[in-house]
């Protein structure tokens, strides 16, 4: 999974201006944005992965509660059909 970095140098902050600190904060956000939409989204319910879950992005990774087994979305077959690998 991809890793946001703790600090951000800005560099030399004497002559920062406006117009600058705004494309830092632009830069920042896409940064961060493109980090955590790496990470696989992740749902907990009472039934196994559907079929039918094609609404889901593929690496998104369900739970079932009452069984604790874990899948996998790996492949989105048409736009009515998806394929679900077990974890565990």
């Not at 493109?34 to 990470?39: D, E, G, Q, V, Y």
């Amino acid at each position: 999974m991809a890793k946001i970095p703790e600090h951000y140098n800005i560099g030399n902050q004497e002559n920062l201006t406006t117009e600058r600190l705004l494309e830092i904060i632009q830069d920042l956000y896409n940064q961060l944005a493109i980090a955590i939409n790496k990470k696989p989204d992740l749902y907990e319910r009472s039934t196994d992965g559907l079929a039918s879950d094609v609404f889901l992005s593929n690496g998104s990774i369900n739970i079932n509660t009452g069984t604790e087994k874990v899948e996998m979305l790996t492949k989105h077959n048409s736009t009515s059909l998806v394929t679900w690998k077990t974890l565990t």
